[in-house]
T-cell receptor, first 115, second 110 residues
Framework: DAGVTQSPTHLIKTRGQQVTLRCSPK?????VSWYQQALGQGPQFIFQ???????QRGNFPDRFSGHQFPNYSSELNVNALLLGDSALYLC??????????????FGPGTRLTVT | GQQVMQIPQYQHVQEGEDFTTYCNSS?????IQWYKQRPGGHPVFLIQ?????EVKKQKRLTFQFGEAKKNSSLHITATQTTDVGTYFC??????????FGKGTKLTVNP
């Protein structure tokens, strides 16, 4: 049973560029959440996707956008990269509300460095 | 927005000593989850607490949810070097969004 996978593992980009990160949820999960974790901080919620729609969003600018595909995999896109976007980007999958548990399974993350 | 305060930020103990981290919210929570993140790793789910006053145990780990559902604690008895990592509480209010605390980084001296 594959867990949550993310690609790429590491990425180096220049200010102003755009980046796309990818996530495949754990088998059987239909909900994907994205988090940004700066060094020494807790994960910060970016947004959550369910049924190919953004269901909730945290306090992140519109430069951060996402998508969920029919197979439940998801992408996180960040435009006009800033130095402050350097962080570990975590994807977490879970079952939808009403499933009885909100336990989230995290992927290994993508380490993004913006220079 | 909802905020979760977690203390202490750092805790260094000798192997065999106990360890406790606390999590507080200004609002009533629907549930609280605890995660452990090893150095260089990703958060791993430990437990979810839902009921007021709930206490759950996992071997040497004891988790509590306050009566008012605004605070929680994680206590580790007789720490081992394998307990090293950062422990996060993550709270859910009225929505499914998880709000993480800043975590407590535990180091254990063998």
């Amino acid at each position: 049973d594959a867990g949550v996978t993310q690609s790429p593992t590491h990425l180096i980009k220049t200010r102003g560029q755009q980046v796309t990160l990818r996530c495949s949820p754990k088998s059987g999960h239909d909900t994907v959440s994205w988090y940004q974790q700066a060094l020494g901080q807790g994960p910060q919620f970016i947004f959550q996707y369910y049924e190919e729609e953004e269901r909730q969003r945290g306090n992140f600018p519109d430069r951060f956008s996402g998508h969920q595909f029919p197979n439940y995999s998801s992408e996180l896109n960040v435009n006009a990269l800033l130095l402050g976007d350097s962080a570990l980007y975590l994807c977490a999958s879970s079952l939808a509300a009403g499933a009885g548990t909100y336990e989230q399974y995290f992927g290994p993350g993508t380490r993004l460095t913006v220079t | 927005g909802q905020q979760v305060m977690q203390i202490p930020q750092y805790q260094h103990v000798q192997e065999g000593e106990d360890f406790t981290t606390y999590c507080n919210s200004s609002t009533t929570l629907s549930n609280i989850q605890w995660y452990k993140q090893r150095p260089g790793g990703h958060p791993v789910f430990l437990i979810q607490l839902v009921k007021s006053g709930e206490v759950k145990k996992q071997k040497r780990l004891t988790f509590q949810f306050g009566e008012a559902k605004k605070n929680s604690s994680l206590h580790i008895t007789a720490t081992q070097t394998t307990d090293v990592g950062t422990y996060f509480c993550a709270a859910q209010g009225g929505s499914e969004k998880l709000v993480f605390g800043k975590g407590t980084k535990l180091t254990v001296n063998p």
